[in-house]
């Protein structure tokens, strides 16, 4: 046992020297790793009970240090002796934003880990504790989670149902009028069913039984009797007995219950749909109050902090225009007699056999305007065709009169450039940045108002846009309340006629018929030649081709959504699986194979802890040539199996998408940036693009510098200083935020796929395009 405890407590100060309570958590933590005296211990950011926040302690009776940024323990990083043996690390004094002042700790609001030593002679540290802090998922709806699965899935058997379209004709039962040509059918079924249980087929067998002398039909026992007897009141007499639990009767009631369970399903989940599209309504009325604003403002903080990327992103981008630049120079004859000034626009690049000729305006001396540009060595990348870069610099050059388009034009052919003459002036990114920013303070300026940059001509069209957005937003709500007014005459449809089958299942009939053994359907005459079996089986198949399923399935759907909220993580990967169908079908119109989904359910047994069996969905279709494939569990290498392979295919191009479900609640073992990196170690490189999905938005409360969206990447961030910087190669690896109600970032990353990483000639990895990336990070804003 070790002679220390972590603990959770909060901490009440009266002022910064004095204590005025100390309240410990109801939470109990244990080690989540013991290797010898290593122990590693896990909790979260915003530890939260009862509005108190909590910090982690140390318990012991000896002396806790706390490691150095050199790696090393010293009486100076020795942690503070609070109350008794009860040690705190006391950070500077601080103020939040409810006026409570507090010493501020990491471990609340800081990932990270934190490396503590503990003592017993204060000489050589015995045991080695690491206390790993990782972002939260409060704010998750598990309940959603597991909702969303079900009907996604449901969805996904179902998925060619044509149940909510009308039917002209209508049929009345009872007091009721149905007109869903799949409710017709049910009722229809009903009334077979009702048939069937008066008067069904049965199977006879003889017996004997003891009768009364008048109602005895005579067998030999019954001879035997009287001669031995002379009279008797009862004697044994010929029986016949009525079978019913019978094949044909055990199907008729499986299908009921199979009926019954598809109405279920459907009530539950057209009711769950309404309530999605009217929530789907409220944000496009949210929306539609936002375009309304007449004077709107924008979030200054949100402006800063994407021109703070882009001049971040710029700068980098000069840095590596820099090395090519020298490069360029050093390879390039610096040897002439005389060398004059060039200052040159360049817009664009023509090559003819091979070689560049840039095209610009030439900015000083003589000869101003639009003018071709030659050097004798090929700068290769240093200018981009369409991206305006000014450089000036000190050249020997031919002066040539050229004829293009039929006008006259100088062409300037550089043969020498002198050393260190070349530079860099500005390009169309600066003066981009330098304009918002000019934004940026008319802005604040002017309360924010947007208004305020925008001339009368652009205001006047962007208030026709607002108003072409609230339009198309108003068409939008239009339809979907239709889809809700037809979605819920179905579903009131079905929860009418639920109870009468209920009111079957509670039958006599149904009771004593074993129709839990059930295997299969095989044909029998009597499903042809008695009306009333052939009705039940018509319409039970009618019901079935109106839901578009198998019913093989039904058993598997009922299996595989058993699981239970401690295995949440074990949902929410299956959630990714059907997620990830259902965006390839929706947003890519692709199409899954229905007997591959069915072999894959097959292999999900809520039983066992994990799932290793490897299974794969093909689609039908193609988007561009583009086919796909969905691997889930398939092993890459030994000891090397992520949850998902998402393949694509075009043009004897293969790429792989290697997505990782991680479900992380307070047992959050690495902040998800580390564990992105370790998962691109282990399953990156070649043609495998790694990727995490997860549900929660990690290091929310994360003081940074600068934040950047990566494709991939809900958030890329650089950290302080050099060494410490994390840079997330484009489009190689990253994570994705997805949750029910929140899938955009998985179609961005598919379909980005799509068009970078199959096509060689603009791969992204090519990092030297900067506007490109430019581009692409903004569609993650």
Known sequence: MPEFEILLISIDWESPDRVRTIVPSKKFLEASKIEGNKYDYDIVLYNKE???????????????????????????????????????????????QRGISYHHCPSINTIGKIEIGISENLTQIQQFVTVDINSNIDDFDFAQLKNDFEGELWNL????????????????????????????????????????????????????????????????????????????????????????????????????????????????YTSLQIERLKNEIEVLNQKISILQVPDPKVNPEKINNEILAQEEFLNEWKTKWENRKTAFVNNHNNTADSFNELVFQISGVIYFDGKPTFWGNKLNGNDLGWSALEFETDPEELFEDGKETTIKFFAAYKRLAITVGGRQRIKFSVWAIRQGSFEYVNSFQDKIILRQRANYATLQNNNWKQFSILSTSDRNKFIQERNNQVQTLSKKIEKINFQIQNIGEFNVEQSEIQPLLEKRLKTSFFKKIKWQNFQGFKPSMTFIQNISYRNALRFYKEVLKSEGIDIAVFDLYENVTSFGLREMPQVYELWCLVT?????????????????????????????????????????????????????????????????????????????????????????????????????????????????????????????????????????????????????????????????????????????????LLEPSRNAKKDNKYMTQNQIMKCFV
Request: charged share 30%.
């Open 580 to 756: 990830q169908i259902k965006v390839l079908e929706e947003s890519f119109h692709f199409a899954h194979i229905s007997k591959d989904l069915l072999a894959l359910l097959k292999t999900i047994d809520p039983k066992k802890q994990t799932i290793s069996e490897h299974s794969k969905i093909d689609f039908k279709n193609s988007l561009a040539g583009r086919q796909v494939t969905i691997h889930y569990q398939k092993s890459i290498a030994e000891r090397k199996r992520p949850d998902f392979i998402l393949e694509v295919t075009c043009n004897n191009r293969t790429i792989n998408l290697i997505l990782d479900a991680k479900f992380k609640n307070y047992n959050y073992k690495k902040s998800i940036v580390y564990e992105t990196m370790d998962m691109n170690n282990k399953y990156g490189g070649d043609k495998n693009y790694v990727f995490i999905l997860h549900p929660c938005k990690d290091g929310t409360f994360e003081e940074r510098n600068i934040k950047y969206t990566n494709h991939g990447g809900e958030r890329i961030f650089y950290g302080e200083g050099d060494e410490q910087q994390i840079k997330f190669p484009f489009h190689e690896y990253g994570y994705i935020e997805l949750k029910p109600n929140f899938t955009d970032t998985l179609k961005k990353l598919i379909a980005m796929s799509f068009e970078y």
């Open 50 to 96: 009862d509005d108190l926040y909590f910090q982690f302690a140390v318990k012991t009776k000896h002396t806790p240090f706390l490691k150095t940024n050199d790696g090393n323990w010293n009486q100076n990083s020795r942690l503070y002796n609070i109350q008794d043996d009860l040690w705190i690390i006391k950070g500077d004094w601080r103020t939040g």
């Open 157 to 268: 058997i179902t998925s060619n149902k044509s149940n909510v379209t009308s039917d002209k004709i209508e049929i009345r039962y009872c007091d009721k009028i149905f007109r869903y040509a799949e409710n017709q059918s049910i009722i229809e079924f009903i009334k077979a069913f009702d048939h069937i249980s008066k008067n069904s087929k049965r199977e006879l067998s003889h017996s004997k039984e003891l009768r009364k002398t008048e109602k005895v039909i005579p067998i030999a026992e019954t001879y035997r009797k009287l001669s031995i007897s002379g009279t008797a009141t009862i004697l044994p007499s010929k029986a016949v007995l009525e079978n019913h639990d019978i094949y044909e009767n055990r199907f008729v009631c499986f299908m009921l219950h199979s009926i019954h369970l598809i109405v279920s399903k459907n009530i539950k």
